[in-house]
């Protein structure tokens, strides 16, 4: 069964996303420098038309598009992303988490929506992704799998940028602590990208 990893780029103050995000301004004000990472290498590192990681950063990201063999996302990260209707850059179906899925619009055709919940959405993206990874973005996705227990990794780029304000990736986990091991530090340009274990008893 795959793992189960949320993987998100954040402030060092822990936001993935300014204050007043919405489909008009994806990434709130400000949050566009947290994906600066992304593109900033030389061409003969391009991925595809969104990636150019600089060097020390290829490794992650080939590893986040080839290990990847499902998504989950919460309906309000489709809605600002636009469904992914342009293309995601993990080629996998992704599991949508959304009380009503809509009716009409345009999507990512890798899109699936789940309405019978996040523990649901966790169980076909399984399925989906085999012995490959299940890749959670978004807040409350990732909120709700980590108070259920069934986050196995972590992995966040940390960029050198206090937002101050906006969506934050760990609030509302619950109040018992969560006990992680560090298994990998890769400084890069302008990113720094910490991977952790969940400890389970």
Known sequence: MGTVVIDLTV???GFIAGPDDGPEQPLGRGGEALFTWMNAGPESNRFDRWLTPPDASVPIVREWMTQAG???????TF???NGWKDGHPIDAPIFVVTHEAPTHGEWSP???FVTEGVDRALELAQAAAGDKLVSVAGSSVAQQLLRAGKVDEIQ???????LGGGVRLFDYIGTDAIQLEQTRVVPSDGVTHLRYRVVRD
């Open 110 to 112: 890798l899109v699936r």
């Open 11 to 13: 402030s060092l103050d």
């Open 79 to 81: 809605d600002i992303a």
């Open 70 to 76: 499902a998504g989950i996302s919460g309906r309000r």
């Open 156 to 162: 966040v780029s940390v960029v050198p940028l206090l």
